[in-house]
């Protein structure tokens, strides 16, 4: 696409007026759509490639800039870091040219009054609300306040004029770290608290920006989300497996695996599997995408994946180091092992998608789960794993 | 005219929820009160893990200071369990540390600083030219023409027309605005290009640990691998990728932060004696320097100044180190009153202020989540200021060279760096220092590499049955913020207790049992002097806050209870 770039783009007018204006040919336009297309294509979707560059070219062009509040609620900071990192849709691109961002406490420019002045007349009128952060709902709320009033009545208030609610990051799924057992402040995810319409989970701590980003695109595109998963999330970046599009997969099938950091088989690139990877029971982009524009990712890098796009993966995936339950002894059934469990998530994922155009039923559903989710400690429960573990080696 | 109570909150800018309370008259702040008004409890969660697992729930501590904590996370397990790490790790560990802090720094100043100092409406109405002329003046960076600055302008100008967006209900035309419009023009065009820099550089971290947010790192080194002759490992290609994107850090930091920072510098230049705070500063290494165990010192000792003695080094000794909740929502078994060390807390979260939608903290005895840290009873200043005159204090030829050298464009002595100025100027002079400390780190790993020295993981303390059955450890860095540690007691090779001192909770905290202000509060109220023009438009209180980089996320942590019947000797 054209580099040279000579003004935003104002909003009212068409995108494809102001592409044109701008000097961007259409085979330009479509170039970046076929990339953009590559990104979704990611899942499988009607009509392949081609036509849906078209699609996508379409309905861009006549796309609005919309107004969009991006709250951060019990969090780090590390999700809004990371569209800070991306790539496809540089962040300065994104905010001057693709949305209005009239609210982020990160980058905004007002604070104290002026700021909720801000917040307030975007809450007013449609917007996009993303959100990071949990809402911890124990004793009133007072574990996570913004202008003096609780996380919890902040996202309220924002979602009621909300055209649609994304939920970025594993906080705002479910509750991420602070929700992990004891889970003190009562920490939920989004679609806890916000229960008469679908939320969108884009899922990971963090998640991968080009993730946060192309789930915007796609909305401006279509103006509604993306396919999505049993849990919520776009299809095109949560659909497969890590371990399926993973470079070091080729060893895991030839059973060469690295039994400690840094040994002969780390040295020669060979599976990560026997040091604890959860790659073949998450769901995430991440050898696909690549973090950091197409960078690199963990297990490429050399250390295994610790599942965190998956629910409770503090609870669920820990000891980080150890085998993924159940797993049997490497060379003996290992792939069918692994399979069974990555069947058994797709089958959710499938279930999902089934249900799918009965978005309100999963809404209602989860209407059920106010209270905060805290799984059973794993870890404080495996005194019989250990000890076997102890045999073993 | 009567005093006037101010509530500004949120605080925007920051890392977490900041909430800042204040009295002022005739245009100058009489008192303040820091309130930090999140709290997450993830200490707390890593009772009964593994320890190797630490430094992962760590890590979530903070995505902006991403990498600090699991570095000293890793670090105190590493003390408690006597292990060694191989020189090439620690290198790596240097250059992912490395990179974070310049990142950290030259982020906090375009993105969350200078819309304090640079007024974006301002800079709509700039001459190109003019503003050209004004860059060559200052830096030789080659990104400098009339038609990139009327570019910008342009494209924010036709952005706002959709919105002002992140820019909008900015204190636009505030009288405390200073610069002309040229020089507003130039920040702008350089937050945008710290937008692209930053995203470059920081993939050194996705090459070694996997990706930026939350890079992976590794009790015993590191889980990458270093082979030459294979395609997925640390191999010429990544060494290539990593020596231009250190080249390109190093680059922006001399040839646009430094300049920039001294160029906007020299039109407030009141604000070298504006938020001075607390007279005792600290710290236990240069910036990104980490260690286990007692903190050593790197190219200089760890020490502290007291009393506003800058020229005066005492010794750092981490047994005087107390945190005390008299102003903060926990209860402890030893009463309000009581300093712990992180040895000896056992402290619960307690809330006792307002239920929300309150209007009011400051009119309750608890008003904050975060603790107090004292050092000897002194509440202490931690961060680049603290590194650079604690270098300075020590004679560190290179830091006092720097420091003469900015000084003298300030036409200020050693005591302005105590303040708004002060602590912003430091975060420009310690990165120019930084970016060369990684050229040095990286060539040493080459020649390691060079000589056959490529392991990165110790493996003889991996498993927990090589472990003593009760292990205590601390780990600390000077994170960009300042100074951190992390404590850990580890009982049949599980975490039995778990505490992090926080730079931000040193600087963020409220009054200790005696009444005296944390590093915040005292930077406003102290001497009586702040200004605060219009309450409704607090430019200057963000000014001073922003000083300080906040990290409220860092600053709020709770200590896990004890476990029954352990004696606990403090080391």
């Known amino acids: 696409m054209n580099e040279s770039m000579d003004d935003g783009w104002p909003g009212g007018e068409g995108f494809r007026d102001y592409l044109a204006r701008r000097g961007v040919t259409r085979r330009d336009f479509l170039s970046f759509c076929g990339r953009m297309a590559v990104l979704f294509g990611a899942a499988s979707l009607p009509g392949g490639g081609r036509a849906f560059a078209k699609d996508v070219a379409e309905r861009l062009s006549g796309a609005k800039r919309p107004s969009v509040i991006y709250l951060q609620l019990q969090e780090c900071t590390g999700c809004v870091e990371s569209l800070l990192r991306s790539g496809s849709s540089p962040v300065d691109r994104l905010i001057l040219e693709q949305i209005s961002l009239d609210y982020n406490e990160l980058l905004m420019a007002p604070s104290g009054t002026a700021a909720e002045e801000v917040l307030k007349e975007a809450e007013g009128r449609p917007h996009l609300l993303l959100v990071n952060g949990s809402v911890p709902l124990n004793d009133d709320g007072v574990y996570c306040t913004i202008g003096g009033d609780s996380a919890l009545n902040v996202l309220k208030r924002a979602a009621q004029k909300a055209s649609a609610v994304i939920a970025v990051g594993a906080c705002a799924e479910y509750g991420c770290v602070q929700a992990a057992s004891p889970n003190l402040t009562g920490a939920v995810g989004v679609s806890d608290v916000i229960t008469d319409r679908p939320v969108v989970n884009i899922s990971g701590c963090p998640p991968i920006a080009e993730t946060i980003t192309a789930t915007l695109t796609y909305y401006l595109a279509y103006g509604h989300p993306p396919p999505l998963d049993g849990n919520g999330r776009p299809l095109f970046a949560y659909g497969q497996r890590i371990h399926d599009k993973c470079p070091r997969r080729a060893s895991f099938d030839a059973g060469q695996f690295a039994d400690s950091f840094d040994d002969d088989n780390a040295r020669q690139g060979h599976c990560l599997y026997r040091l604890g990877c959860k790659g073949p029971a998450t769901f995430a982009p991440c050898a696909t995408v690549e973090w950091n524009m197409g960078q690199s990712f963990p297990i490429k890098a050399g250390h295994p994946c610790l599942g965190c796009t998956e629910r409770h993966f503090y609870d669920r995936m820990t000891p980080f180091y150890e085998r993924l339950p159940g797993f049997m002894v490497p060379g003996l059934g290992v792939e069918a092992t692994a399979n069974t469990i990555g069947i058994a998530a797709v089958a959710a994922s499938v279930g999902g998608v089934a249900v799918h155009s009965a978005a309100t039923v999963i809404a209602k559903k989860r209407a059920k789960k106010a209270q905060p989710e805290t799984l059973p400690l794993a870890v404080l429960g495996d005194t019989e794993k250990r000890e076997e573990q102890d045999k073993k080696t | ?571």
């Not at chain 2, 090439?88 to 990142?103: K, P």
């Open chain 2, 1 to 571: 005219m009567a005093s006037e109570r101010i509530v500004i909150d949120p605080i925007t800018r920051i890392e977490g929820h900041l909430r800042i309370e204040l009295e002022a008259d005739n245009g100058r702040i009489g008192d303040a009160w820091a309130c930090a008004t999140q709290f997450r409890g993830i200490e707390r969660v890593l009772q009964g893990r593994d320890p190797r697992d630490a430094w992962a729930f760590a890590q979530r501590i903070c995505g902006v200071c991403t990498g600090v904590h699991a570095i000293a996370s890793i670090r105190a397990v590493e003390d408690a369990i006597k292990c060694k790490i191989p020189p090439c790790a620690e290198l790596i560990r240097n250059l992912v540390s490395g990179m974070a802090t310049l990142q950290d720094h030259v982020m906090h100043f375009y993105h969350l600083h200078a819309l304090d100092w640079v007024d974006v409406m301002s800079a709509l109405k700039a001459d190109p030219a003019a503003t050209s002329r004004l860059a060559a003046s200052v830096s030789p960076w080659p990104n400098n023409s009339a038609t990139w600055y009327a570019e910008v302008q342009k494209r924010v100008a036709a952005s706002a027309e959709g919105g002002l967006g992140i820019f909008s209900g900015g204190y636009w035309g505030h009288p405390a605005y200073r610069l002309p419009p040229e020089a507003n023009l130039m920040a702008l065009a350089h937050y945008l290009e710290a937008l692209s820099w930053q995203r470059d550089i920081i993939r050194l971290h996705t090459i070694f640990a996997g990706k930026n947010p939350h890079p992976n790192y590794l009790v015993g080194g590191m889980g990458c691998s270093i082979n030459l002759n294979n395609q997925i490992t640390v191999n010429q290609v990544r060494l290539d990728e990593m020596a231009g994107m250190i080249d390109q850090a190093k680059r922006f930091v001399l040839e646009v932060y430094y300049p920039d920072v001294l160029a906007i510098a020299s039109f407030y230049p009141d604000y070298a004696a504006i938020g001075a705070s607390s007279p005792n500063l600290m710290a236990t290494g240069e910036s990104a320097w980490s260690c286990s165990g007692a903190p050593a010192g790197g190219v200089f000792p760890a020490a502290l100044l007291m009393d506003g003695n800058y020229g005066t080094a005492h010794p750092f000794d981490s047994k005087r180190v107390a945190e005390f909740v008299s102003s903060a929502w926990y209860s402890q078994p030893e009463g309000d009153r009581q300093g712990l060390h992180p040895w000896q807390g056992r402290t619960e979260p307690r809330y006792t202020g307002p239920k929300p939608p309150f209007k009011q903290l400051s009119d309750h005895p608890k008003y904050t989540w975060c603790k107090a840290p004292r050092y000897d009873g002194r509440a202490v200043q931690v961060g680049p200021n603290a590194r650079i005159m604690v270098a300075v204090a020590q004679g560190h030829a290179e830091t006092v060279q720097l420091a003469k050298e900015g000084l003298g464009k300030l036409h200020a002595g050693i005591e302005a760096l105590n303040s708004t100025l002060g602590r912003t100027y430091c975060r420009a002079l310690e990165s120019v220092i930084l970016a060369r400390r990684m050229d040095q780190w990286f060539a040493q790993l080459n020649e390691r590499i060079k000589s056959g020295d490529t392991a990165t993981f110790n493996k003889e303390r991996w498993e927990p049955s090589s472990w003593p059955k009760q292990a205590q450890g601390m780990g600390f860095m000077e994170a960009a913020r300042g100074t951190l540690s992390h404590w850990i007691e580890i009982e049949n090779g599980r975490i039995a207790r778990y505490q992090a001192v926080v730079p931000s909770t040193w600087n963020s905290s409220g009054r200790d049992p005696g009444g005296q202000r944390g590093p915040y509060e005292e930077a406003l109220a102290g001497g009586g002097k702040h200004p605060l023009v219009d309450a409704k438009r607090p430019l200057e209180v963000l000014r001073t806050i922003h000083s300080f980089d906040p990290c409220i996320s860092c600053a709020v942590h709770v200590l896990v209870p004890g476990g029954s019947g352990v004696e606990v000797k403090v080391r």
